[in-house]
């Protein structure tokens, strides 16, 4: 991912939100969407890539282990 360094009065501006906003330019054309962070932790602390591969995420779900839900609630209404 890639990252943008904004002038003190843009980040002082963007820090003071409470929720999500859309960016536009001077013209009103949406450039994307930005969601502030409470915490304002340092970019090294953040996780911005998934931790695991779309190949290994369908790898995943083809894993099926468990058992059947009416199973499991049947376990509860025995009591």
Same mark, same amino acid.
């Given at each position: 991912?890639?990252?943008?360094?904004?002038? %003190?009065?843009?980040?002082?501006?963007?820090?003071?939100?409470?929720?999500?906003?859309?960016?536009?330019? %001077?013209?009103?054309?949406?450039?994307?969407?930005?969601?502030?962070?409470?915490?304002?932790?340092?970019?090294?602390?953040?996780?911005?890539?998934?931790?695991?591969?779309? %190949?290994?995420?369908?790898?995943?779900?083809?894993?099926?282990?468990?058992?059947?839900?009416?199973?499991?609630?049947?376990?509860?209404? %025995?009591?």
């Amino acid at each position: 991912m890639h990252q943008i360094i904004v002038e %003190a009065a843009l980040g002082q501006q963007l820090g003071e939100l409470e929720g999500q906003v859309v960016l536009c330019d %001077a013209e009103g054309r949406a450039l994307g969407f930005f969601s502030p962070l409470h915490s304002h932790p340092p970019v090294d602390d953040l996780q911005l890539e998934p931790p695991l591969s779309i %190949a290994e995420t369908e790898e995943l779900r083809k894993v099926r282990t468990g058992k059947p839900l009416n199973e499991i609630l049947g376990q509860f209404s %025995a009591d």
